[in-house]
């Protein structure tokens, strides 16, 4: 086990169990190595911390949780760089942000391909598609009258 | 910045593989044909621009979200 010191403090990780993201994501396309970050509380969220950038961890959800109809697949080309055939798992989660309002979004024009047999990652930019890099959350609740 | 002045059907060859054509110009706009290697990653700047800074905006968060954002939507998962 090896340790790093990342902004939310130590943090001990398995070496040979990192997920790698072979092009960085965009804009930082010098960090590939991350570890993967299971959520302490039950629900559909983890995140990943940059081995080499103590500043950098990227929240991570599964977007097809709340939109249904999002389906996005590896091209062969993305394949490739996964590793993978086109038969292999490939799974798909989106980055999460927090802004200063508060107002939480799921960016759902860049999302991460995630291949479980080679532990590699890819942070793809759809092009022209209707999906905003600020998606919000759907709303739950039921908000009060503004009247 | 290499500043070259090109007419509707020429075009620019960057290295070995990328060719580059100017296919028409219309309405203030100019209407431009890649030809590059599948590999090679080809996005409009001000997509990509957007991008780049949602992942930097993406960074900027603190543990006591986590707790916030799973109890949001696991709120929303139990009400399905």
Known sequence: MKKIQSRFGEIEYDPSNLLLFPEGLIGFEDLRDFIVMPNEKAGPLFWIQSVDDPQIAFILTDPTDFYFDYKVVPDGREQQKLGIDKDDECLVVSVMTVPPSRKITINLAAPIFFAPKTNRALQVILEGTQFSPQTPLPTVEEKPSEE | ?80
């Open chain 2, 1 to 80: 910045m290499l500043v070259l002045t090109r007419k509707a059907g020429e075009g620019i060859i960057i290295g070995d593989d990328i060719k580059i054509t100017v296919i028409e110009l219309k309405g203030g706009g100019v209407r431009i044909g890649i030809d590059a290697p599948r590999e090679m990653k080809v996005h409009r700047q001000e997509v990509f621009d957007k991008i780049k800074r949602e992942n930097k905006e993406a960074t900027q968060w603190d543990i006591a979200d986590l707790n916030e954002l799973g109890m949001i939507l696991k709120s929303g998962r139990d009400k399905k």
